[in-house]
């Protein structure tokens, strides 16, 4: 069962107020960084130029010594560059596996506190997919992938205002065809956003399928259904594969229709440039130095067609992780109960997994200090919800007493502090047997256990 969608407005807004909390609380790195990017973007500029400079220039003048300073010159401001690249991905990289971890974090905490009822719903394979999955996929707002955003809107800017400083008629030939761009990514994101949330659904319901799967194994083995299982979860890994590639398909037709849009305007501004160059308008360094400029333009054009398609799978991301903090948690009581308990009595305790089934009608159990009650009955007829009811785990109709007190429903988990429990079928966890038995009680000294 999937987690299901139409929550209330208020729900819908968590996930991004948790990402700016992430960006606040990391807010002095991400200044560095961004710093450190827009240096690392205005490092690019030197090299036109120079070559500008180095042909209508120095190779006229036959100036050997400037040659050679402007070699020089730029060898300096690669290496400052590559410094730049390993400095600014080390930082992102950190900034970006803090804030995930934070995310998720938040996430099996809420989890954790979700109604049982409501847990129970899901598999753990699908949840784990959805822990895991959804938060990493918002690494488009911290990771790689935001410093290279930054870095080719710094360097579109950048490459504009250069090229209108050249030549400011060939500047808006060159951006003529910007609203063609914007139209295409703007058709594409409607898709791409659209099959995301398809593809990412059907890849979480794989992994609950996975899990299954290998929690049968030895089951199938049993009843000589290996192939069976094997067959089952094939089935599930290829219908997620056809939507992955369905949505590969799409984001390949955007950038195609990208691509031949971009080849239209170096073509004008090849044939308008070299008609100035003819009649004297243009040199032939301003002009090479427009067209390298021109990478700092359309590269960062062609770049938002991926960026596009990653702002689409990260609002789908968003989406997800704000249906996880939308479900309903369980009171839980900040009181606790120091009184000796004589008695607890429940009371016409009726309880139902869906509604209108019910599962307990009308129950009605009075235990006292030292009695011992034995709960009988055939399998599937409610012994071990009654039990977990008992615990405070379920919200169900009924009234309890505490020493003929009544316990409010938000309270249930005073119930909790005076009781112990043996499961039916033992779970340990990776520990320590000395903090396996010490789980129930955090306060057990080494002696009592």
Known sequence: MKIKKGRTHKHRSQAIALVKKEVKAHG?????????????????????????YVIDVVFPDKNIRMLFIAVGVLGVVHLLKALQIYTVGVLFYKINNKIIIDIRRVLFEKLARVKLNEFKKYSTGYLMSRLKDDPHRLSVLFGEKIIEMIKQVLTFIVGVSAMIYIEWRLALLSLMIIPLFVFTTHYFGKKIKKQSA????????????????????????????????????????????????????????????????GTISPLILLGYGGYQIIIGNLTIGSFVTFMSLMNFVFGPASSFIGFNSEIQKLRVALTRIDEILALPEAPESLLSFNKRVDEIEFKDICFEYEKGKPILKGINIKGKKGQKIGIVGPSGAGKSTLINIIMGLYEFKGSVYINNELVDQNNMSILREKTALVEQEPFLFNDTIYKNVAFGNRYAGREEV
């Open 28 to 52: 002095l790195m991400i200044f560095v960084g961004g710093l450190l990017v827009l240096i690392g973007s205005l490092m690019l500029l030197p090299r036109p130029f120079a070559m500008g």
């Open 198 to 261: 398809v593809a990412y659904e059907k890849s979480a319901l794989t992994t609950k399928s996975l899990q299954e799967n290998i929690n049968l194994v030895e089951l199938c083995r049993a009843f000589n259904r290996t192939f069976h299982n094997v067959r089952r979860y094939m089935k599930s890994v290829t219908i997620t594969y056809r939507d992955l590639v369905k949505l590969n398909k799409i984001e390949m037709m955007n950038a195609s229709f990208m691509s031949f849009i």
